[in-house]
């Protein structure tokens, strides 16, 4: 069963607005990341953050991470078109075992 | 090029057949991950190598499939006795050692379809 929901299903957006997608989970964690699948470049990872981080950029990247609530948001900045992708996110299982657990993603397309 | 690499990209087999998968791994990366994704999902884990030692493996795998890591550099992934529910694409990832889990490189995937 997959442990990552993300929230919206699919989001389209006009070139240069932000976009924000969300990211649930059920069980504690390490570490929580972020991967961006586009037919071009297969999956890419974007950025890990930590459990005990709240907070962290990378670019035009920024993810939040709140363990209370077990959830992680990703905003995307000044959109681009080639931001269109989906995007997943892939957490451990809190154990010191290497497994990834995977949501369906989010569906992300710019408009120009 | 020196990321991951899958061969074949695509492999199109009848119900029935055996096929087998390659994956060429970042040659400084110990770790290696399968994976098989199916249309608006997102990967499922199958098997996990440090070196040449399979670690885990996930519990929904059936026994068709299997996966070796000789020498803990390439890796195959088998399945025997393809079924039409094995469509997918199965994709290789592969990362360095950490403590905890870590940033994984994918490969570009191979595309199944089983007819």
């Known amino acids: 069963s997959q442990q990552g929901e993300e929230d919206p299903q699919a989001l389209s957006i006009q070139e240069g607005e932000n976009a924000t997608m969300n990211c649930s989970y059920k069980?504690?964690?390490?570490?929580l990341q972020w991967y961006r699948q586009n037919s071009g470049r297969g999956l890419v990872h974007l950025i890990l953050?930590?459990?005990n981080e709240r907070e962290k950029h990378s670019g035009r990247l920024r993810v939040t991470l709140d363990t209370s609530k077990k959830s992680s948001s990703l905003l995307i900045t000044a959109s681009r078109a080639a931001d269109t992708a989906s995007y997943f996110c892939?957490?451990?299982?809190?154990?010191?075992?290497?497994?990834?657990?995977w949501g369906a993603g989010t569906k992300l397309i710019i408009k120009p | 090029d020196t990321g991951v690499s899958q061969d074949p990209r695509h492999k199109i087999t009848k119900r029935g057949q055996n096929v087998t998968f390659r994956c060429d791994p970042i040659?400084?990366?110990?770790?290696l991950y399968w994976y098989r994704q199916t249309l608006g999902q997102g990967p499922e884990f199958l098997t996990y190598?440090?070196?040449?030692?399979?670690?885990?493996k996930s519990r929904l795998l059936s026994d068709r499939f299997s996966a070796e890591r000789p020498k803990g550099s390439f890796s195959t992934l088998e399945i025997q006795r393809t079924e039409q529910g094995d469509s997918a694409m199965y994709l290789c990832?592969?990362?360095?050692?950490?403590?905890?889990?870590?940033?994984?490189?994918f490969g570009p995937g191979t595309r199944l379809t089983v007819t």
């Open positions: 069980t504690s964690i390490n570490n």
């Open positions: 990832a592969s990362s360095l050692r950490g403590l905890v889990s870590d940033e994984q490189y």
């Open positions: 190598f440090q070196n040449e030692a399979q670690l885990e």
């Open positions: 892939a957490t451990d299982a809190g154990e010191s075992n290497y497994q990834l657990i």
């Open positions: 953050i930590r459990s």
């Open positions: 040659s400084e990366h110990n770790r």
